[in-house]
T-cell receptor, first 106, second 117 residues
Framework: RKEVEQDPGPFNVPEGATVAFNCTYSNSASQSFFWYRQDCRKEPKLLMSVYSSGNEDGRFTAQLNRASQYISLLIRDSKLSDSATYLCVVNPPLVFGKGTRLSVIA | GAVVSQHPSWVICKSGTSVKIECRSLDFQATTMFWYRQFPKQSLMLMATSNEGSKATYEQGVEKDKFLINHASLTLSTLTVTSAHPEDSSFYIC?????????????FGPGTRLLVL
């Protein structure tokens, strides 16, 4: 099993839609989890950390399921500007998923 | 949030030359920095962990004699791609953690795009 797995997509959704991504990880000792957003030809930028109790930031909700070893990212009311690749990151060990590509269509 | 800078942002060089990339933490000290490489449509691959004042730790499959890392101060790490070849063409990104223990966040530099002709 790969250390961190994500569905590469692309997820093509209309504006206003709700979309969810999952990311599974294999190391049960991992303690920190993050979602990063990466635009084409740019560096990743932190979107949000993922806490055990789940956390929400505006239209974005992140959740952690330790029992099943996955994290999720929910985006509500998708905007065109949400189009990007979303990377999940797990630490330790520090591993990046390959990313899920989202394309929001007008 | 914390700021990490990289220089240069892009470089084109001839095969066989060496290229040095700088990574700086601008408003915090970083005893550890990370160097990644990203090929088109691929995820970031950790190349090495740069440790201030000591040798870097390289990931499996990364040649330490080809990718020289120097972390001379708490705010600067450099990656030198020696005798670069076309297959070394990639997007090189550095990062550093900032924040209190247990609550650190990883910040990335803007990346350096290397093209070896």
């Amino acid at each position: 099993r790969k250390e961190v797995e994500q569905d590469p997509g692309p997820f093509n959704v209309p504006e206003g839609a709700t979309v969810a991504f999952n990311c599974t990880y294999s190391n049960s000792a991992s303690q920190s989890f993050f979602w990063y957003r990466q635009d084409c030809r740019k560096e990743p930028k932190l979107l949000m950390s993922v806490y055990s109790s789940g956390n929400e930031d505006g239209r974005f909700t992140a959740q952690l399921n330790r029992a099943s070893q996955y994290i999720s990212l929910l985006i509500r009311d998708s905007k065109l500007s949400d189009s990007a690749t979303y990377l999940c990151v797990v630490n330790p060990p520090l591993v990046f998923g390959k990313g899920t590509r989202l394309s929001v269509i007008a | 949030g914390a700021v990490v800078s990289q220089h240069p942002s892009w470089v084109i060089c001839k095969s066989g030359t060496s290229v040095k990339i700088e990574c700086r933490s601008l408003d915090f000290q970083a005893t550890t920095m990370f160097w990644y490489r990203q090929f088109p449509k691929q995820s970031l691959m950790l190349m090495a962990t740069s440790n201030e004042g000591s040798k870097a730790t390289y990931e499996q499959g990364v040649e330490k004699d080809k990718f020289l890392i120097n972390h001379a101060s708490l705010t600067l790490s450099t990656l030198t791609v020696t005798s670069a070849h076309p297959e070394d063409s990639s997007f090189y990104i550095c990062s550093a953690f900032s924040g209190t223990q247990g609550g650190e966040t990883q910040y990335f530099g803007p990346g350096t795009r290397l093209l070896v002709l």
